[in-house]
């Protein structure tokens, strides 16, 4: 947060004591050259070590779209910057809105911005009221304060059945509205800043720009991700399809986790679908490449050198597999960087920003619960720093700061403690022994645990290791930049830069003790990434000696030009390709031919009317759907049950009868042949697409259990009447609508029930009834689901499938015509 120069001022002491020191350190420079060039070198043979062509990512055809982006972005931005003499960000800006208008994505993109400027003035309406000083009030630090706190009402307001576009759009207008004059002073403070043509460092400027250019580009294409597709894009298509997200861990067991990241996400697909999340999870990847800058300047280093460090961050192959697809870390990583830089203010005796830090901090946790990792290390920094803070006058916003912590980080753990008596539920279940979850501790087996000797090596080159990857995944900075620019750091004395060290080597160690999982420490990319902007400050400075200078400089190029060439290595969702970002089907083409789950889903959308729950025998790819996905997975492990137990066609067909499923999608490669036979016995065919087919269950299964007594009237049994004289003989009853007859049920709601009512009449036609009155469980009148037939003097079979209503715990059937004119009727039947 923050970042105008007058942030570097404040360590210009610290730079002009380095650089009036001796050229006696000549020893300690070459020990810092050594490591550099073994870096260097280790990455060398490192990268003759490869086998090139089993890495596709890095052939020309993969990286054909970005050569192209990132190339010809950066012509076109410095051409139209001069051309118009404007800065090189205002040009690129023009690029990025010319782009969304030749895609079709320009009200996307007005969605994503309406967003950051809502965002932008409810941040700087809630700093302002707290009295939080001005380098908190930059930009970027009020749209991630802003969005913390619009992310936590949709945290809250998604519990209601009142998630309408037009609410999302209500929620971003008033902010605009009441804080117009607010929001003018910055988009005036914007056009000015378009309006100053930019000065030196132009060519990272237009790396940068072309970069972003390629993020663009990559988040306007069709979402294919596994992890969006099973829960980050699924939950915001629940919300628009069924106005509430549900909570309910009995379907999906990462119901009650931390969210806010999915409610940000779900902003963007309420007011302009897929593309507009996409384009908001991409406003959070800069928003982070801000913060490095700003936390690379507050640290000491040079605008230049700054400007690098956000390069860096976004050529990094892991930033762009988070916009590759709607991963969480997007989000959660820009909360916890502003809030770990805010904080280290904190400690330098900017008290007053403690609300800002604790408000970001705590988003962080409400996004992922890993955000602990980062707490050890700030915590022992904020103890440190006590004489900062430590006062009667600092007392006020720090409490403040823990307070708003507290109140937004806790929320969703809170939440999920009193549902299930566990803060963090499905997962430390072995340590908080929740009834509703098995006491085994989750084990993922693809990811080793813990660092040993060669990790520098194995994290560049053997990235498989650490992530769904392929080697370069996580960039080469850290074999070639990280030993060099710590011992430099710990040599000059850059306290705040090695705090910014502390803080994410900290956090990756931590980390890694429990998952040595890459995408798991991203906000350590961040703090490091501005760490390396100061070393390089250093490194090529004027104190030191002609060859560190250069092999810092060299290697500053290299590193940049390695990640460009590896930057798809971290994600197999990196395809750019122009028919699908052109037309609607271009885009049903590709998933068709890369994803074509995602075109069964929209059909069984179009053919489930009743929104009875779907069961996927496949990959758990469900964003999209409009009803619940009962998965055979952990996600639902009763579901799962209960399908593994299921060894016959007819005992798997009364499982998906019992949950109300009308519909399934099977993948011709899940499970085993014998389990796909059965699922295919029980079901017809509708379509295939590809492996992937949508079935339907067989009518021999749905309906298959008869709740009433007596459907025939054989008996006496079971039916209450007004007259009993209605029994005219055996298995026929004459009704009317002032002496009805009915039978009482239990019924579950959520499940689909069939009613048919046999009925003839002697005389002229009349009108009969198909009816259910709905009871709660202590028989309160809910309401009365009636649908009309005409009765004729021939016997016909009406039927009419229904559900209750929520809260049903049983129904009252009847036999009985709609008006005083007598029907006859030979059965009753309501099944389940």
Known sequence: MGGRP??????????????????????????VLASLLAGMAAAVIGLQRLDWARHSVVSWDALRPYAILIGGGALATEAIARWLRIHRFAALGAIVVAGALFCGAIWPL?????????????????????????????????????????????????????????????GLAVPLTIGRRSALEMLGALRRAAAMHAGSGGFVQLLIAGTVLAHFALALMPEIGHDALATHLFIPTQLLERRAWGFDIGTYAWALLPMLGDWMFAIGHMLAGERGARLINLCFILASAFVVRDMALWAG???????????????????????????????????????????????????????????????????????????????????????????RKALRPVALGVGAMALIGGLPYAVAWARTGNPMFPYLNQVFKSPLWSTLPFEDPRWTKGLHWNALQDITFNSVKFLEAQPGASGFQWLILLVPCLLLLAWQRRWRALALVLVGLSSIVLTFHSIAYLRYVFPAFVCLAAAFGVAMTA????????????????????????????????????????????????RDSYLAEWLPIRNAVELANRLNVHRSPVAFFSDLLAAGLNSDA?????????????????????????????????????????????????VEAASDLVLSFGDVALRKLKTDYRFSTELLKNTDFSTGEGWTFTRPEQR?????????????????????????????????????????????NWEDKSQRFLSASIRLFTCEDRSQTHVWELQPPAGAAAGSVFATSHTEAPITVT???FRE
């Open 110 to 170: 007005a969605a994503a911005l309406a967003f950051v400027l809502s965002s932008c003035v409810i941040g700087r309406g809630l700093l302002r009221l707290a009295k939080v000083p001005l380098p908190y009030q930059e930009p970027v630090g009020c749209f991630l304060v802003g969005a913390a706190v619009g992310g936590t009402i949709v945290g809250l307001w998604a519990w209601l059945p009142l998630n309408y576009p037009g609410v999302y759009a209500l």
């Open 539 to 586: 490194g090529v400075g004027p104190a030191m000696a002609v060859p560190m200078r250069w092999a810092f400089g060299f290697a500053a190029v290299a590193v940049i030009g390695l990640n460009l060439v590896f930057i798809r290595s971290a994600t197999y969702y990196g395809d750019i390709a122009l028919k699908p970002l052109l037309s609607e089907e271009g």
């Open 301 to 391: 280093a040079s605008v230049r050198c700054a400007r690098w460090s956000s390069l860096l961050f976004l050529c990094t192959p892991l930033a762009l597999l988070e916009t590759s697809s709607l991963y969480i870390e997007s989000v959660w990583t820009a909360f916890a960087a502003a809030g770990v830089l805010a904080l280290l203010r904190v400690v330098g005796r900017e008290r007053d920003g403690a609300l800002a830090a604790g408000v970001l901090l705590g988003a962080a946790l409400a996004a992922k619960a890993i955000t602990l990792t980062l707490l050890p290390a700030l915590l022992l920094l904020f103890l440190a720093g006590f004489r900062g803070w430590g006062h």
């Open 630 to 678: 009962l998965h055979v997975s952990w996600y639902n492990r009763g579901f799962e049950a209960d399908v593994v137990a299921a060894d016959t066609v007819d005992k798997l067909g009364q499982v998906l009868a019992r949950r109300s499923v009308d519909y399934l999608i099977l993948d011709a490669h899940w499970k085993t042949r014998a389990q796909r036979d059965r």
């Open 827 to 829: 059965g009753v039947s």
């Open 728 to 772: 005219q003989a055996r298995e026929r009853v004459v009704v009317t609508v002032s002496t009805p007859g009915t039978q009482r049920v239990e019924v579950s709601p959520g499940r689909r029930y069939r009613l048919a009512v046999t009925a003839e009449c002697s005389g002229a036609p009349t009108q009969g009834r198909l009816q259910v």
């Open 6 to 31: 007058t942030s570097v001022d404040a360590s210009r002491p610290e730079r002009d004591s380095i650089q009036g020191q001796s050229s006696v350190w000549l020893p300690i420079q070459g020990l």
